[in-house]
T-cell receptor
Framework: AQSVTQLGSHVSVSEGALVLLRCNYS??????LFWYVQYPNQGLQLLLK??????LVKGINGFEAEFKKSETSFHLTKPSAHMSDAAEYFC????????????FGKGTRLSVIA | DAGVIQSPRHEVTEMGQEVTLRCKPI?????LFWYRQTMMRGLELLIY????????DSGMPEDRFSAKMPNASFSTLKIQPSEPRDSAVYFC?????????FGQGTRLTVV
């Protein structure tokens, strides 16, 4: 079975500061990993994904994440937070073939302070 | 493509009534998922289909919940009878290769 743990249900950063949202996964098979963002009253939108190949992946809006197999982690970062980054962020995992449904973490709410 | 389309966006109903949520996946996608989102439980997978066939419905909370996919372009999630604890946002998502694409969701309130 696969699972995702997101450390911190709420993270608050100042505008211009580094954003770091933590995600650890558990999977008995090589995983596919995803970060989604949800703005208020909206559906989930894909930020970035790791499938195979380069372990540092870049996504939309300046976000990136690094797959670290030894640490079973897939943390999301952005060098400089913007007010528009305030949203809920979800980490998700599926199996290597992508044949299983996405299993989501509980989410982390990011607040950006002016 | 217009993306995954869900209707209605909002539904308010009285306890005991039947509720039907609708989803049109992205054309060509062969997987369709129904998720429920609540503050307490986060995003829960209810059921998913592959090529219109239900694969796993173990997430459906009770027999009051049922889902169908009569063709590749349409799916329904029905709750009968509805209860206040069913209040949540219900998402439909479709997938072709790796990532899932989500609809805007249906916010269900059962009073």
């Amino acid at each position: 079975a696969q699972s995702v743990t997101q450390l911190g249900s709420h993270v608050s950063v100042s505008e211009g500061a580094l954003v770091l949202l933590r995600c650890n996964y558990s999977s008995s098979v090589p995983p596919y990993l995803f970060w989604y963002v949800q703005y208020p009253n909206q559906g989930l939108q894909l930020l970035l994904k790791y499938t195979t190949g380069a372990t540092l992946v870049k996504g939309i809006n300046g976000f990136e994440a690094e797959f670290k197999k030894s640490e079973t982690s897939f943390h999301l970062t952005k060098p400089s937070a913007h007010m528009s980054d305030a949203a809920e962020y979800f980490c998700a995992v599926s199996d290597l073939r992508g044949n299983t449904p996405l299993v989501f973490g509980k989410g982390t709410r990011l607040s950006v302070i002016a | 493509d217009a993306g995954v389309i869900q209707s209605p966006r909002h539904e308010v109903t009285e306890m005991g009534q039947e509720v039907t949520l609708r989803c049109k996946p992205i054309s060509g996608h062969d997987y369709l998922f129904w998720y429920r989102q609540t503050m307490m439980r986060g995003l829960e997978l209810l059921i998913y289909f592959n090529n219109n066939v239900p694969i796993d419905d173990s997430g459906m909370p009770e027999d009051r919940f049922s889902a169908k996919m009569p063709n590749a372009s349409f799916s329904t999630l029905k709750i009968q009878p509805s209860e206040p604890r069913d209040s949540a946002v219900y998402f439909c998502a479709s997938r072709l290769t790796t990532e899932a694409f989500f609809g805007q969701g249906t916010r269900l309130t059962v009073v």
